[in-house]
Each structure stands twice: as C-alpha cells, then as structure tokens.
Nanobody
Framework: QVDLLESGGGLVHAGDSLRLSCAFP????????VAWFRQAPGKEREFVAA????????NSAASPEDRFTISRDNAKTTVSLQLSKLKPEDSALYYC???????????????????WGQGTQVTVSS
C-alpha cells in the first residue's frame, strides 16, 4: 500500500547534498523497520539503507554510509536519508518503505516491506 510520504528530492550538481524525508501520515514509525530504495531508469529497484525498530542502521555496498546516511527523529515521525557528495549515477527515484518489525530486524528485499511512498526524484548533473 502506498501510504508513506517522501519529500526533499530535486535537481543538484555533482558534489552537492540533499536530505530526503519520509513521513507516515497519521502514524509514527514506532515498531517499524524503515528502508530507502532507489530506481534509476531502465534498472531494477535497489536497496539503499535501512533503520531497524531499535535504531540500528545498515547500508548497501553501493550506497556507503559516508555518502548515504539514514536516521530517524526521536519522536519517530520522520526517517531521513542524507545524500552527500552526489554523483550523476546517484540519479534515481528514491522510495521510502516500512514494515512492522521487532528488535534489530531489517531486510534488503522490497517484497518484505508493505508500506511504500510514491518516490521522490533525485537528479544529479555533472
């Protein structure tokens, strides 16, 4: 179901930064694992990073933590993805996804998430 709301995408130059945000209207992310995925034109959607219910984080090898930092506010109303030192190959539609979870569980597979946003576009020019 598409019930998450992403924001923060845009057109930037290589080397710039962006901060993407994901909200769950009417709810909080308490008891949820949340992940970011991205999909570039002509490519499959891929995992970027996730944050567990306990607050632990993990990144894909293609999206290292020093450039893609996932975080959550203390009230658990927003999950953010800080994008730094952006490259043209980072251009994609970025999606937020969430699912009820416990403890340190997370998944890199999109099929394991049942709440999604419509995506926010990030375009990086060279």
């Amino acid at each position: 179901q598409v019930d998450l709301l992403e924001s923060g995408g845009g057109l930037v130059h290589a080397g710039d930064s962006l901060r993407l945000s994901c909200a769950f209207p009417g709810r909080t992310f308490s008891n949820y694992a949340v992940a970011w995925f991205r999909q570039a034109p002509g490519k499959e959607r891929e995992f970027v990073a996730a944050i567990t219910w306990l607050g632990g984080t993990t990144n894909s090898a293609a999206s290292p933590e020093d450039r893609f930092t996932i975080s959550r506010d203390n009230a658990k109303t927003t999950v953010s993805l800080q994008l730094s030192k952006l490259k043209p190959e980072d251009s994609a539609l970025y999606y937020c996804a969430a699912t009820l979870s416990r403890g340190s569980w997370y998944s890199t597979k999109e099929d394991d998430y049942d709440h999604w946003g419509q995506g926010t576009q990030v375009t990086v020019s060279s």
